[in-house]
């Protein structure tokens, strides 16, 4: 028998009420419909407006949904990884939060961090587990109230973002169906351009910070762009090429839904059927970590059992990589 593979077997997903449309951020910064179409790509995005509700009610909300697309005794979950750049605290997890509010009793859980790229890093580790024969159900949840950093007086980020949630139920499996690969980079040099300056143990936020609004984010927009377009492109080819995968053997791209032109950008480059290309960017915006997993989810009606689904995403770090999968149900 050989090892099992870890298979994505049920998403639920949530994003909040309340939309943030391009004539609504005209009146609050300098900016127009057309540039944020022509440049970016997105219309509307959901933002969490209740002061009173962080991450994890997305979080939980999402895992609703999924467990009642999926009934599964709450029990046989053993891992639950809470992929969140905007945790509801720095400590403790938001992942243990949920698993209060949901009643799962028998899971570790921690959160983990990996920016744009949380999912498919979520996936990789949850796959790890299942693989390795120790655990056989893994609940990797993305989550981000970008909301509560994003500075709504700088024009040149506050139209990319916005809020949501989505859970993946991670099932071992016998079927050759499941994670078939995966490839995660690092480059620390990617630092200084997307952060948050004064957020940490390093340099804690001063009256001083929030009066500047140095405590939220900060993206060199054109910096980030190059290296997005680059090492997404050439992650694909690198996995696509270890796999003897061409353009026409992908059955699903779904990329990190940062910006319109990255995504074609990334397109072009790995020669993927651009019908065969998930995007919702124009509805849902940036939602960093919880990105991928909600255009799945939006898109569940076209996955088929069998389908070879390719995820990539970018982010802050810099952190970027690809994930290979058949998609299983
Ligand atoms: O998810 C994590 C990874 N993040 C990304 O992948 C984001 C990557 N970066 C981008 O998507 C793009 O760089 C942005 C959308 C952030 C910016 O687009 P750009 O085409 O790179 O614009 P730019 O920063 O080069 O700015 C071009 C011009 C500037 O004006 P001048 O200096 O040419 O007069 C900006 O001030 O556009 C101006 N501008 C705006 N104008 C109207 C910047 N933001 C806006 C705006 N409305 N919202």
């Not at 509700?53 to 005794?73: H, N, P, W, Y």
């Not at 905007?86 to 698993?99: E, G, H, R, Y």
């Not at 990105?291 to 995820?311: A, F, Q, R, T």
């Amino acid at each position: 028998m050989g090892k099992p593979h870890a298979a994505i077997t049920g998403i639920g997903g949530y994003v909040p009420d309340y939309i943030l449309d391009n004539e609504e951020l005209s009146r609050m910064v300098d900016t127009n419909d057309e540039w944020i179409m022509s440049r970016v790509g997105i219309k509307t995005r959901h933002i969490l407006k209740d002061p009173e509700k962080g991450t994890s009610f997305m979080a939980v909300e999402a895992c609703k949904d999924l467990f009642s697309r999926k009934q599964i005794d709450l029990d046989s979950i053993e891992a639950v990884i809470c992929t969140t750049t905007t945790p509801d605290n720095l400590f403790p997890s938001t992942a243990s939060k949920i698993c209060g509010a949901l009643g799962i009793k028998n899971a570790f859980a921690y959160d983990m961090e990996a920016a744009c790229s949380g999912f498919i890093t979520g996936l990789s580790i949850a796959a790890g587990y299942i693989e390795s024969g120790r655990i056989k159900r893994v609940l990797v949840i993305s989550a981000e109230k970008l909301s509560f950093f994003v500075n709504y007086q700088d024009r040149s980020t506050c139209p990319l973002f916005g809020d949501g949630a989505a859970a993946a139920l991670i099932d071992a499996t016998e079927e050759e169906v499941g994670i078939q690969d995966f490839i995660i980079r690092t480059d620390g040099q990617g630092y200084p351009y997307l952060n948050l300056k004064h957020s940490g143990s390093e340099s804690p936020v001063t009256e001083e910070h929030i009066r500047n609004r140095e405590n939220l984010l900060f993206q060199d927009g054109r910096n980030v762009f190059k290296h997005a377009v680059t090492d997404m492109s050439q992650v694909c080819a690198d996995i696509m090429e270890r796999n003897q995968l061409k353009g026409e053997d992908i059955d699903w791209l779904v990329p990190h839904q940062a910006n319109l032109r990255i995504i074609d950008a990334v397109i072009q480059r790995t020669s993927v059927d651009p019908k065969k290309v998930l995007i919702n960017i124009e509805h849902i915006g940036n939602t960093s970590a919880a990105s991928i997993p909600i255009c799945l989810w939006e898109n569940l009606d076209k996955l088929h059992k069998g389908d070879n689904v390719l995820l990539t995403a970018f982010g802050a770090g810099f952190i970027w990589g690809a994930v290979y999968l058949k998609w299983a149900y």
